[in-house]
């Protein structure tokens, strides 16, 4: 089946600094990628779409600035958020489409990265 | 816009009880796709079950199935024999069929599942 990597698991890194995330699709073409960032007990809030080859498209109220998102091939992602503060501390989950059989589409997440800002 | 509805927060059952999830949403699509994801503690989004709107018959995983009703737009998950490994958040998520079909989800409801 369809498999998603991200990484890293976890990260810690110092207020201003800058930290990349990376989504992979395994064993298949990716062109949709999706970034979610998820609180602790709450549901997942999707924060933009990733396209391949062309800019990613920002939900209303997500800073383009702060989470730069590329998605410079068929089977890779990233997310980096820069400048970071306290308050980019969160749960950030990868999403890819992929086609199953015949014409369903499905999605499969990575398995998402824990990011503490201290 | 798409929205969805789970109107129950928490939920608890026994071991090897029924228990069904709700879930409505709202879409002016007439042909989509409709999720019922599983977060476990690990946190890995892990897909149950998956119907396709223009299909009348109810899908069905194992002790997964669905009560789709596409006019009431409801898409209530029903796990029978519940373990203790169904322990989870569990999100609905309806899906747009065109574009970039963006996923995004319900409030959620977590379910645990006692012994």
């Known amino acids: 089946g369809a498999v998603v990597s991200q990484h890293p698991s976890r990260v810690i890194c110092k207020s201003g600094t800058s930290v990349k995330i990376e989504c992979r699709s395994l064993?298949?073409?990716?062109?949709?990628m999706f970034w979610y960032r998820q609180f602790p007990k709450q549901s997942l809030m999707l924060m933009a779409t990733s396209n391949e080859g062309s800019k990613a498209t920002y939900e209303q109220g997500v800073e383009k600035d702060k989470f730069l998102i590329n998605h410079a091939s068929l089977t890779l992602s990233t997310l980096t958020v820069t400048s970071a503060h306290p308050e980019d501390s969160s749960f950030y989950i990868c999403?890819?489409?992929?086609?199953?059989?015949?014409?369903?589409?499905?999605?499969?997440f990575g398995s998402g990265t824990r990011l503490t800002v201290v | 816009a798409q929205t969805v509805t789970q109107s129950q927060p928490e939920m608890s059952v026994q071991e090897a009880e029924t228990v069904t999830l709700s879930c409505t949403y709202d879409t002016s699509e007439s042909n989509y796709y409709l999720f019922w994801y599983k977060q476990p503690p690990s946190r890995q989004m892990i897909l149950v079950i998956r119907?396709?709107?223009?299909?009348?018959q109810n899908a069905t995983e194992n002790r997964f199935s669905v009560n789709f009703q596409k006019a009431a737009k409801s898409f209530s998950l029903k796990i029978s024999d519940s373990q203790l490994g169904d322990t989870a958040m569990y999100f609905c998520?309806?899906?747009?069929?065109?574009?970039?079909?963006?996923?995004?989800f319900g409030q959620g409801t977590r379910l645990t599942i006692n012994p």
């Open positions: 998520a309806p899906p747009k069929i065109q574009g970039a079909q963006k996923l995004v």
């Open positions: 064993d298949f073409q990716a062109t949709t």
């Open positions: 999403s890819a489409r992929d086609r199953g059989p015949g014409v369903t589409y499905g999605y499969t």
């Open positions: 119907q396709e709107a223009y299909k009348q």
